[in-house]
């Protein structure tokens, strides 16, 4: 058993901060690994397919392949995570989260190696499995093992590396693609996805520094979960209530954030020609542009995650979906309908970030509250992973509609308009909505 010390910070032990890094580290590099492939996507899906950087089929085939590939790795994030959060709840939330991280890190990096789009294909099917498993582990380890008057401001901050991973992963691409291979965009990609090993080594030292948690061990003799237990009685509404609002920030998440490596070079393009630049300089600049665009979806994101403690304790979960939701509406709305100059619309990022990215930074401690320990991991794992299977429509259709007009880039902002609608839907599910707020962690 961890030995517990004096509380730290936010009546916290040093353990307990140490538990939360460990987790923290997990999602962080999860949606790092995760998101690689949206950077490198412009440079990677031409060559692969033996196209032209830069031709009008290249840009076209990036737009189909993006949607199809974040698809696919939304169907096998889906099905990593409801398999995995089984497996946390059978073999326990320590070493699910080891196995998990190991196996994105190395399915990341195994892209480095693709020799085809198919090759690719299959390598990120399994990282996607590795990817949709990691959270459940974190999630449900970190909401048994925090104080019960602290689980909303630590799983919000378990979340907070969600946009640090994709900044680091927006920068990785930068440093690469736009610093030291800017010459050579056929290559550099691999180098990218070989930078996916990183969290190979984090998780060997999660497994070294933490221990299961006690509520976990207490229920691990007990019978295996299994999936239907989560329709079954009580269970039913609270596992359609937390499917329903994952649902709908995953949809409007994937569908904006899939797309911001697309839009911003599509910007950056016609401002290039607009410059007069050299194909040199136009890299540069969707390099830069590209980074800017993700760089202040990051920073709204962060901002937004932190704003669910204060707003979840004070309204209830319930009333903070519904402003959330709201905000996501208006912010899509103007972000892609309204006729803005090219590096405003880039900027525009900042409060679809605050809302569309910061909504899930409720996820980590709502999810956990809605099921018994015995369920913890298989519930959140199947309420946040199973709604991806839909979810992964979003980017499809974007980069499949997209890809067949004349105009890439018009045609994608003409597509993505219409996701303001996903949240305006999952507002109105909001009175079935269960509400968890000032109810202890159920054993």
Same mark, same amino acid.
């Given at each position: ?18 538990? /939360?890094?460990?987790? =923290? ?74 196995? #998990?991280?190991? &196996? ?24 996607? &499995? ?29 979340? #907070? ?12 691409? =930068? ?11 056929? #290559?550099?990609? *691999? ?8 969290? !190979? ?42 499917? !329903? ?12 954030? !899939? %797309? ?28 830069? =542009?590209?980074?800017?665009? #993700?760089?202040?979806?990051?920073? $709204? ?15 209830? *979960? ?17 972000? %892609? ?12 990022? /900042? ?5 569309? %990215? ?8 709502? /999810?956990?509250? /809605?099921?018994?320990? *015995? ?14 299977? &839909? ?13 067949? $007009? ?21 507002? &109105? ?15």
């Amino acid at each position: 058993m961890a030995q517990r010390g004096p509380a730290i910070a936010l009546d916290m032990d040093r353990y307990q901060w140490t538990v /939360l890094f460990a987790a =923290w580290l997990g999602w962080g590099f999860d949606v790092f690994d995760g998101l690689l492939f949206n950077f490198v996507a412009p440079s990677c899906v031409p060559t692969l397919l033996g196209l032209p950087l830069g031709t009008p089929e290249a840009r076209s085939a990036t737009l189909f392949w993006t949607g199809t590939l974040s698809a696919v790795l939304l169907v096998g994030w889906a099905v990593g995570g409801i398999l995995f959060g089984r497996v946390a709840d059978q073999l326990g939330r320590t070493r699910t989260l080891l196995i #998990t991280m190991a &196996l994105y890190s190395l399915g990341t990096a195994a892209c480095s190696l693709a020799p085809n789009i198919w090759v690719l294909l299959l390598f990120r099917i399994v990282a996607s &499995l590795g990817i949709g498993g990691e959270w459940a582990a974190g999630a449900a380890m970190v909401a048994e093992v925090v104080p019960e008057n602290r689980r909303v401001e630590a799983g919000a901050l378990l979340y #907070t590396s969600a946009p640090l991973g994709l900044f680091l992963a927006t920068q990785v691409t =930068w440093l690469v693609q736009g610093v030291v291979l800017p010459g050579d965009p056929g #290559t550099s990609w *691999r180098i990218v996805f070989l930078s996916g090993l990183i969290p !190979a080594a984090v998780a060997l030292a999660v497994r070294w520094f933490v221990e299961e948690p006690e509520r976990w061990a207490s229920t691990k003799d007990q019978a295996p979960p299994r999936l239907s237990e989560l329709f079954a009685g009580s269970m039913r509404a609270r596992t359609l209530s937390g499917l !329903a609002m994952a649902i709908t920030a995953l949809v409007m998440w994937w569908s904006c954030n !899939a %797309f911001i490596p697309v839009v911003a070079s599509g910007l950056a393009e016609v401002e290039a020609h607009t410059r007069g630049l050299d194909p040199a300089g136009t890299t540069a600049l969707k390099e830069g =542009w590209k980074a800017l665009a #993700t760089n202040v979806f990051n920073v $709204g994101g962060l901002a937004g995650t932190l704003l669910t403690v204060p707003i979840a304790k004070h309204v209830g *979960r319930r009333a903070m979906f519904g402003l959330y939701f709201v905000a996501s509406a208006v912010a899509i709305a103007a972000a %892609f309908g309204l006729d803005l100059p090219a590096e405003g619309r880039l900027w525009m990022y /900042l409060p679809i970030g605050l809302s569309v %990215f910061g909504v899930f930074g409720s996820f980590t401690y709502y /999810l956990p509250e /809605l099921f018994p320990t *015995r369920l913890r991991g298989t519930g959140a794992g199947f309420c946040y992973n199973a709604g991806r299977v &839909l979810a992964a429509a979003g980017p499809f259709l974007v980069g499949g509609v997209a890809s067949r $007009g004349a105009d890439a880039l018009t045609s994608a902002m003409s597509v993505l308009v219409w996701v303001a609608a996903v949240p305006v839907l999952g507002a &109105l599910l909001l009175p079935w909505v269960t509400e968890t707020r000032d109810r202890p962690l159920e054993d």
